[in-house]
Structure formats: structure tokens, C-alpha cells
């Protein structure tokens, strides 16, 4: 219910927008399939998803003949949950039974709300009982740091850091290690932020990767890209950015409780084929879901 509070204040989403397009007309028709492309493309789902979507919902058209603006509704709903469904990770925590630690190495631009969601996450985790620890491979910035030992602080996990301008893969290999012999469940590893070029941040990523790997060979065994869902083609853009410097196996969307844009969520996991993991909803230490497809779309159509 969490999910409904926080998408709540999204208030006019498009979802809820498309239902309205549809209601009082009898049939669907090209206007009203015109009508749905638009408010899809103002919400920022992208116009490849776009497309998609409107093709298959006038495959479902023409072959049900007489279908009504009810009908419709359904549709729409149905055919954006199996495109979400389509990507989408069945299995969110299964690994981590299997690898101890687990390892997630969580990238993303500042601001994007990256230190926030990886609290969340820790706090996550440690609810369920396990073992978290937290390296703060961030050393770009030392408010990135200062930001994470409050997290650490706040819901009382460990984190392993280093002087500020440290290499970041050092801090990582510090992490993993003392995760191994923490007998920790979880860690989780921040990185930098910084818009650099592609050709660098490769270069950084595949470094913490590699350094990490002398301690755990198959680490990480996630790679969470941390988008902000109200900055539509940014997002899109970040997303292109990170899928190309490393090899991103989910994302986490945040702040879809202050926009009436939750369209990335799905233009994203569908373009890049990365299923959407977790969605924030809020600034508290509480408020990250795990996604569901299915709850997603139906919480935007009450
Ligand atoms: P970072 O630079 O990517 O590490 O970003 P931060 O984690 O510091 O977050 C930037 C701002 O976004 C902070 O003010 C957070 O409280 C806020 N924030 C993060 N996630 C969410 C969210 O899901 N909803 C809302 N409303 N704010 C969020």
C-alpha cells in the first residue's frame, strides 16, 4: 500500500490519463489510438515503446472487432504489464541465498538519488536479517562519502571507506573482502557519478570489476543503474551511457512520487531489455518497492 501512497502524489499520472482518454467514446478508433500515442510520448516512455504499444493494442483491435472503450482499458493495461512482464526479473532475491556475499555494484549520475536508494536498499536487506555491508567507492566526491556514513549510521550497517581521492577500486576491493570475512550477505558498493566520459568511466567501471573479482570471481553479481524517473530523456540518455560502459543487469527508478512521468519506467526496461528492479517513492528509508509489473499499472489505474 506503500506503492499507492507514493504514486498517489503523482496524482494526474499518465496512466490514469490514457483511461480517461478512452472513457464516454464507444468505439476505438484512430482518434482515440492518436490520443494515447501522444499522452504516452508526453509521459516520456519513449517513442520506440510508443509505438509498440499502440501496435499491438490495434493488433487486439482489429481482431476483436467489436471492442468497446472497456475493453480497451483492459487491453492497454494487459499489454503494458506483459511488455514490463517481459523483462522482468521473477527471481529478485533468489541469488542471494546462493552467493555470499552478494555483491551489487550500484552506478548512476549524481543527483539521480543513488546514495538515498542504496540506504534504502541496506535497510531492505537488513530487515530481512542479513548481513550488510556498504563500501563507499564514491571517492570523487566527499559528501558522497559523508552522505553514505549517515546512511550506514542511520540504519545501522557497516561501511568500508577510504580517504577522499582514493582510487575507488581499492575501496571496493576493501569492501568485498571485509564482506567475506564479516560473513556479510550483502555488499553493496557505490560509485561515482560524474558525467565523465565514456572511454573513463568504462575504464573506472571495469577496474572496480576487476578488483573485486581477486576476492569474488563472479562479483558483482548485480549491477543496479539508479535512474531518476522525472527526468524523461535524460534518463533514456543515462541509460544509453552506462548500457554501454558496463553490463548494467537491473535498474532502480526513483522519485516517481513527485511525477506525473512514470512513462520511463517503462520506455527504459523496454529499450534496453534490463528489468526494473526496485522503484523509490519517496525520501524515507522505507520508501523503495520492489517492482511488480502487474501492482505498477494497477496502482496507476484506481
Ligand atoms: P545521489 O547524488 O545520486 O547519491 O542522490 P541522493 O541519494 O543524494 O538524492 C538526491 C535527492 O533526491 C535527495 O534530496 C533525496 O532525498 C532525493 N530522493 C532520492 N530518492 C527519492 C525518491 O524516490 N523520491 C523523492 N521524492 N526523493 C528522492
Not at 552467493?99 to 539521480?112: D, S, W
Not at 536479517?129 to 558522497?144: E, I, M, N, Q, S
Not at 524523461?232 to 543487469?249: C, L, P, S, W
Amino acid at each position: 500500500e506503500t506503492l499507492d501512497k507514493g504514486l498517489e502524489k503523482s496524482g494526474n499520472n499518465f496512466i490514469s490519463k490514457m483511461s480517461k482518454a478512452i472513457v464516454g467514446k464507444s468505439v476505438v478508433d484512430e482518434e482515440v489510438l492518436d490520443e494515447l500515442e501522444d499522452i504516452l510520448i508526453a509521459s516520456d516512455v519513449g517513442s520506440e515503446t510508443t509505438i509498440k504499444i499502440i501496435k499491438r493494442i490495434e493488433a487486439r483491435v482489429s481482431k476483436d472487432k467489436y471492442l468497446n472503450t472497456t475493453e480497451l482499458d483492459v487491453i492497454l493495461r494487459e499489454e503494458i504489464t506483459n511488455l514490463l512482464s517481459e523483462n522482468a526479473d521473477n527471481n529478485n532475491f533468489g541469488e542471494i541465498s546462493t552467493q555470499k556475499p552478494y555483491v551489487i555494484m550500484v552506478v548512476g549520475v549524481n543527483g539521480v538519488g543513488k546514495t538515498t536508494t542504496i540506504g534504502k536498499l541496506a535497510h531492505h536487506f537488513k530487515s530481512e536479517g542479513k548481513k550488510v555491508v556498504l563500501g563507499a567507492a564514491d571517492t570523487f566526491r566527499a559528501a558522497a562519502v559523508d552522505q553514505l556514513v549517515i546512511w550506514s549510521e542511520r540504519v545501522g550497517v557497516n561501511i568500508v571507506k577510504q580517504e577522499m581521492g582514493s582510487d575507488p577500486a581499492s575501496v571496493a576491493f576493501d569492501a568485498v573482502q571485509s564482506g567475506v570475512a564479516q560473513d556479510a550477505d550483502v555488499v553493496i558498493i557505490d560509485t561515482a557519478g560524474r558525467l565523465h566520459n565514456k572511454i573513463n568511466l568504462m575504464n573506472e567501471l571495469s577496474k572496480i570489476k576487476r578488483v573485486m573479482q581477486k576476492v569474488i570471481p563472479n562479483a558483482p553479481h548485480e549491477v543496479l543503474l539508479v535512474l531518476d524517473g522525472s527526468t524523461g530523456q535524460n534518463a533514456f540518455e543515462q541509460a544509453k551511457q552506462f548500457t554501454a560502459a558496463t553490463e548494467v543487469t537491473s535498474l532502480a527508478v526513483t522519485k516517481l512520487d513527485g511525477t506525473a512521468k512514470g512513462g520511463v519506467v517503462i520506455g527504459i526496461s523496454d529499450q534496453f531489455q534490463i528489468p526494473v528492479k526496485y522503484i523509490g517513492v519517496g525520501e524515507k528509508m522505507t520508501d523503495l518497492q520492489l517492482f511488480n509489473g502487474k501492482e505498477f499499472v494497477d496502482s496507476f489505474f484506481k
